[in-house]
């Protein structure tokens, strides 16, 4: 399926019933296309999972990139959504490569507002994109009924600037 603005190159699923039919498994999709990143990663997360086997990998193949001088973009919400793991690894990846890591902690309650960033996506080498249900999270990559799609195409940079304009919106303190 494509269009003028990109092009759906897989569908992946997780849940007992959906697994295999027609899609690939979102789990390998996620860790095989952070694994093909060559030079950025960029990733919006509403919730960060709990220490085990899934999240440590995903968090292995992110210092990995950062220890290979791939810029890796992070940008997560600063509530109980983000799992006391995933905030501690994030804080130490942002100390440890200051200069290809960039965390930005999305406060849902800033100026008392009450929005949250609500996104799933992952944005590889500004050239495809996986945009879906899951979070970064064991029950989401295995046990949750979730769908995720992989795009290419014009939509994919589109997405990585509204990325990189969020950013810089919560570095800078401005109204988001």
Known sequence: MSSNRGIVEKIAS????????????IRSLF???????KSSITIS???????NSDVIEFFKIIQNKL???????????????????SRTKLLLL??????????????PKRAGKNMILHSKLTIIDRKFALVGSANISR????????MMIKISGKS?????DMMIRLSQAIEEGDDY
Request: charged share 30%; proline share 1%.
């Open 156 to 160: 994919v940079s589109m997405m990585d």
């Open 67 to 85: 220890v290979g001088r791939k810029k890796v973009m992070i940008i997560a919400n600063d509530d109980e959504n983000l799992k006391k793991f």
């Open 14 to 25: 997780s849940g007992m019933i959906w697994s295999g039919e027609m899609t690939t498994d």
């Open 45 to 51: 997360a509403f919730s960060m999972g709990n220490e």
């Open 139 to 146: 029950q989401a990559l295995e046990h949750n009924y979730e």
């Open 31 to 37: 860790f095989k296309s952070l694994q093909a990143a």
């Open 94 to 107: 942002s100390e440890k490569f200051p200069e290809n890591f960039t965390l930005r902690l999305f406060d």
